[in-house]
């Protein structure tokens, strides 16, 4: 029932703990069967740190998905409900005890394996997906589930260590809902790597192609941030153009029992002081003025953004294919800020598609195409991907990349291509 891989998995990264929780699974899937009326359809899956069951109710397809109880899906359903099913699953029941949800089940087939234009479909999905923060409630009192993994540290907000290119999801089996759980939280495990979840034999080729399939009914010049709230943190001119366009249809506030999300903007001092102490502890790494630069980003970009929602990891194989749409987005995770930051989340996956050609032109492209469907300001993304190219550059020699944990890490392929983009990268 539990599938082998993400049992052994779940053991290796969690412990004891990760033990005790296998333990009790089956058990809190049979309860949710139970709770939301559902039959099993079809075989477990997984992703890193959660399983997804498919599962009928009353003749519809959906997909339940438990994962270890871990702060980079707690927010998860609090973006789906603001969505409401714009652009991304619909949420059907959630228990948040449990780390639970019932959602829209999707096909297997993500953007990246599509043959569709990956770059223009990312940004409409960014386009569609970017919508006003949606106002949070107070959170009740509500019991502890039973099934709750035992000794579970505190949850607390996606850790602002974590490392750059650490979202990217694993090539794993496709799974109908959403992709497998990339951990960049990687609030699995803190040493995680930003790379690791690269599998050792795929090879990236790139998935371009001519001609994408628009997402339908979606007027190509839409912007997503139209009704802001009156006391809302304006969006500046060059995020989004201002065309009108509609929010997801009937999408309410977050429930009672939603968390405030968390902002981007809270993680600058964190980003500026990690970013000092690497450049003194890797000193002669990178050149200061490509440092400096990236502190720039996080002084003028980072500390003040847009009250807008964003997906968090949006990525290619987080776009999945469907029916009532042709993409639809999973595994967000759910934050505050600049729409540019999924477009980071985005082209930095790709890099591992692009790294066999001319990677910085092939860069260039994508970011092109991207930020047209998006509707955002080239040079506002540019400048946030070089952020991340150098929190990178420093992550990987801090953490290793793989199975990389020792020796000269400079001389590492991987590390060098990071090096590399981020001095041209400019």
Known sequence: ???????????????????????????????????WSC????????????????VRRTGEPLVMKVSFPHPGNVHEPDAYTAWNGRGAVHLHERADADYAMLLERAHPTTLRDSGADVAVVGGEMSRLLTI????????????????????????????????????????????PDQAPDATPIRDQPHNASPLRDQAPDATPVPDRAPDATPIRDQPHNASPLRDQAPDATPVPDQIHNAT?????????????????????????????????????????????IVVARALAVIDELVREQPDVLVHGDLHHRNILSADREPWLAVDPKGLIGDPAYDAVTFLKARTLVLMHGDLLQGMERELAAYC???ELDRQRVRRWIQLELVRTAYWVRRYGVGAVRRGDIARDPAVQMIDELAINWA
């Open 132 to 175: 006003p923060a949606p106002r949070a409630l107070p959170h009740p009192h509500h019991p502890a589930s039973t099934h709750a993994a035992h000794n579970t540290p505190p949850l607390r907000d996606q850790p602002h260590n974590a490392s750059p290119l650490r979202d990217q999801a694993p090539d794993a089996t496709p799974v």
């Open 372 to 374: 047209e469907a998006a």
């Open 1 to 35: 029932m539990i599938p082998a891989a993400f049992a052994a998995g779940t053991t290796a990264r969690e412990g004891e703990t990760g033990a005790a929780w296998l333990d009790d699974l089956p058990t809190i899937v049979q309860d949710l069967l139970d709770r």
């Open 244 to 288: 009108p366009v509609l929010e997801a249809p009937g999408a309410p506030p977050l429930r009672d029992h939603a968390r405030e999300l968390p902002r981007l903007s809270d993680r600058a001092d964190e980003w500026a002081e990690e970013l000092a102490r690497d450049a003194v502890e890797f000193a002669g790494a990178l050149p200061d």
């Open 39 to 54: 039959t099993p359809d079809g075989d477990w899956m997984h992703g890193e740190v959660g399983v997804i069951v498919p």
